[in-house]
C-alpha cells in the first residue's frame, strides 16, 4: 500500500468520523484476527475502512457504529455523498462505490 492509498483511507474515514451520527469507525473483523493481521503486516491502520480497486475504479467500504436513534438510511446517503466528495478531491481515480456497513448502534449515555 502507497502513501497515496494511505491518505485516501485518512480521508475516508476522517470524513466518516466527521458526520453527525457516526459514533465510531468499527474493525470488519473479531480483535483475535485483526490482531493476527496487523502482526503479520496486513494492517492498513487505518480502522474501519477498506479500498479495493476494479478495473480504473475504486470501491471503499466504511464500517461503523451509529448513535441510537439515527435514521441510518438517511445517514448512510449522508455519509456515501460526502465521503465520495472528500476522495474526488483527492483522487484523479474513479470512485465507484462508497459502501456503508454498520456494525451496531452505541446507546446515549
Known sequence: MNDTDM?????????CLSCEGVTRMSSRYSSAVDGT????????????????RE??????????????????PVLAWNIQKQVKEALELKS??????????????????
Not at 55 to 72: P, R
Open 55 to 72: 478495473k480504473n475504479a475504486l470501491i471503499f467500504d466504511l464500517y461503523m457504529k451509529v448513535g441510537y436513534g439515527e435514521k441510518i
Open 37 to 52: 493481521l496487523k502482526n503479520i503486516g496486513l494492517d492498513s491502520g487505518v480502522k474501519g475502512v477498506r479500498m479495493s
Open 7 to 15: 491518505e485516501l483511507l485518512r480521508t475516508a474515514q476522517e470524513t
Open 92 to 109: 484523479a481515480e474513479k470512485i465507484k462505490e462508497v459502501n456503508i456497513h454498520v456494525q451496531g448502534v452505541d446507546l446515549n449515555e
